[in-house]
């Protein structure tokens, strides 16, 4: 029976432990004393035989057709929730070892099932070679697996973001090398076994472990024929860096800095109010496509103030298990650190800096990684907590005169991930929505309650480029096969 506190490696078929049995720690950020329990330490060693694996799996899985992978991919779907009793074991575990509140959580476990079953759905149109008939030629475009994909995901939403990525994958015809953070790894690596447990031995293979020991070894292998990461910049232009040695094609969702317009006719009401909290701190801010800077026309300023800050008010900070708490921790210390930095430099360059929500436990507060929900009030544009990536619970409220200013404040950032209009009127929306820079932009809405996951997803500038979720993020596995003959022979009249 596997040790529900443990997280092994999954290479070649089996549950394995990394070389020499080593492992790490995992421990509670609710609770940092707390161990939660253990992960593979994983080498170069285990690192090379995943993909070998992989490479071995890739000739069969690439042959079975679209219809037969997507078969398999519903499979699995049904897999994932059939033990009602094992769901909620994994979902308590990764309330305990990520931080976020106990709902959330359940929303991240339930949500991998559903995205399998989404993307079986593109098996038809996958099957479909697009026809070109002459003059000139008759040509054929058809579509090849890749071959080995290394997919890599963040700590943030582990689960949810391997769905915009592995099924994919595994729809394309690709086996792949799945890498899971440092950080709340272990009911993801017990999830992600159940998934390979599913197919066919080598399809899905799993490492967890350090990056500074294996990460070059994973982005160099000579086996790996596409990588797909999400994560910061900095590490984002360190993998493309090191793909660029074997011309390795690359999609990098490197987070974002998203902006919210909210127009002088938008409707806001309560329902409006947490729609705007729950974009901006739903995971308290630990969401790469987050409101994090939120613009307001002026005569609306007070107003929105006044209503963000009152469902601020409601909200209860603690241990994510507990029924009544709505924001857990931040994920580890490192990221406490970052977002309090921003919100200590604000308030010495004279900002008005108001924190938020209840705490049951002070003492547990004080031990565990929390801030409180925060709102920074027209803040100087040049602060950190405006320019930067918070992610975290804290949010700068901004006021613009004229739609065409607000637009262009929204567009001043390095990042373009996604953005939000808020408005009664739908041209007005979708005419300021086409002149943000942004890869997804949300309409009275924002963030992962307001994405329809049928669509692509992924930014540009520093936000990166390539996308998942969609067809286009199946056809990052693929490569396009042209095949032409004289007009008249391939495609008869």
Known sequence: MTDTSQAGLYIDGRRVEASGGRSYPIHNPARPAERVGQAALASVEDVDRAFQAAHRAFPAWSARSPAERAALLR????????????????????????????????TEMGRLG?????????????MADERLSGPPFDTVIARKPRGVALLIVPWNWPLSILGAKLPQALLAGSTVVIKLPQQSAIAPAQTVAMIAEMLPPGVVNLITGEASEIGDAMLTHPLAAAINFTGSVG????????????????T????????????????????????????????AGQICMAMKRLYVQRSRYDELVQGLSAVAAEQ???????????MGPLNNPRQLQVV???????????????????????????????????????????????????FGPVLPI???????????????????????????DP??????????????????????????????????????????LGFQGIEGFLSPHSISAPAGWLHKA
């Open 340 to 390: 309090r930095d921003m919100i200590q430099q604000a308030r010495e360059r004279g900002a008005d800096v108001r924190e938020f929500g209840a705490v049951p436990d002070p003492a547990l507060y004080r031990q565990g990684h929390f801030q409180r929900p925060t709102l920074v009030f027209d803040p100087d544009p040049s602060l950190d907590v405006v320019r930067e990536e918070q």
């Open 316 to 326: 209860v900070v603690g241990d994510g298990l507990l029924p009544d708490t709505t």
């Open 75 to 106: 499979r699995v779907a049904e897999h994932l929730t059939a033990d009602a009793a094992d769901l909620e074991r994994r979902t308590r575990l990764f309330t305990r070892e990520h931080g976020k509140v106990l709902k959330e959580a359940a």
């Open 235 to 250: 590490v984002g232009k360190h993998v493309m860096r090191l793909a660029a040695e074997r011309l390795t094609p690359v």
């Open 398 to 424: 901004l006021p613009f005169d004229t739609q065409e200013q607000g637009i262009v404040l929204a567009n001043d950032s390095r990042f373009a991930l996604c953005s939000s209009v808020w408005t009664a």
């Open 427 to 468: 041209e007005r929306a979708m005419a300021v929505a086409r002149q943000l820079e942004a890869g997804y932009t949300y309409l009275n809405g924002h963030g992962p309650l307001a994405q329809d996951n049928r669509a692509p997803f992924g930014g540009f500038k520093d936000s990166g480029f390539g996308r998942n």
């Open 114 to 126: 559903s995205r399998f079953t989404d993307v079986a759905d593109n098996a038809p149109r996958l």
């Open 252 to 283: 990098l969702e490197l987070g974002g800095n998203d902006a919210a317009l909210v127009l002088q006719d938008a409707e806001l009401d309560a329902a409006a109010f947490r729609r705007l909290y729950q974009g901006a701190f739903m995971t």
